[in-house]
């Protein structure tokens, strides 16, 4: 079955650059149409969407966020990797990694999360 | 981009109760909407996709239904495991989420 892990920091000081690594199971990311995306959500708000990358190694980036993000993938470890520069307490958020279904551009396997917490 | 705004924010339910929940987008997106619910400190799960297809093993009580601008979920009775936060989720182009809608026990 398909699962999905998010690791990272728990704590980054303002200003620093976060790593988050998504390792998944179940799939490959060289299986055509597959893709893995990040969302993120502060405490007691809604989901945001922050990027998505295909098996084909085409990105997708918030618009918002677009200058900050970079998503890459090494299919060889089934891992995909977010950096996010410049972090601000405001970015303060449990961050999920999903499995994007083929051929659509929604989600139906979510890791369990992990909360980044920005503070100096 | 395109916007997607639920209604109501919140609201209280009892249990066996008929409840819809709005989302509409500020342009027209076909079908391509999905639903999910979230628990408290879990992550979310998919529901609904293409505005009304049902995943698999989602009790038959929620059902989707609209397209263009306005979609709607509906629980036709509420159960004590349903007491959750729902998010729409546009993908007709990018990726956007509404605010979510809390269903609350009365």
Not at chain 1, 68 to 94: E, Y
Not at chain 2, 25 to 37: E, F, H, N, P, R
């Amino acid at each position: 079955q398909i699962t999905l892990k998010e690791s990272g920091p728990t704590l980054v000081k303002p200003t620093q650059t976060l790593t988050l690594t998504c390792t998944f199971s179940g799939f490959s990311l060289s299986t055509s149409g597959v893709g893995v995306g990040w969302i993120r959500q502060p405490p007691g708000k809604a989901l945001e969407w922050l990027a998505l990358i295909y098996w084909d190694d085409d990105k997708r980036y918030s618009p918002s966020l677009k200058s900050r993000l970079t998503i890459t993938k090494d299919t060889s470890k089934n891992q995909v990797v977010l950096t996010m520069t410049n972090m601000d307490p405001v970015d303060t958020a449990t961050y999920y990694c999903a499995h994007r279904v083929r051929g659509y551009n929604y989600f139906d396997y979510w890791g369990q999360g992990t909360l980044v917490t920005v503070s100096s | 981009a395109i916007r997607m705004t639920q209604s109501p924010s919140s609201f209280s339910a009892s249990t066996g109760d008929r409840v819809t929940i709005t989302c509409r987008a500020s342009q027209g997106i076909s079908s391509y909407l999905a639903w999910y619910q979230q628990k408290p400190g879990k992550a979310p799960k998919l529901l609904i996709y293409a505005a009304s297809t049902l995943q698999s093993g989602v009790p038959s009580r929620f059902s989707g239904s609209g397209s263009g601008t306005d979609f709607t979920l509906t629980i036709s009775c509420l159960q004590s495991e349903d007491f959750a936060t729902y998010y729409c989720q546009q993908y007709y182009s990018g990726w956007t989420f509404g605010q979510g809608t809390k269903v609350e026990i009365k």
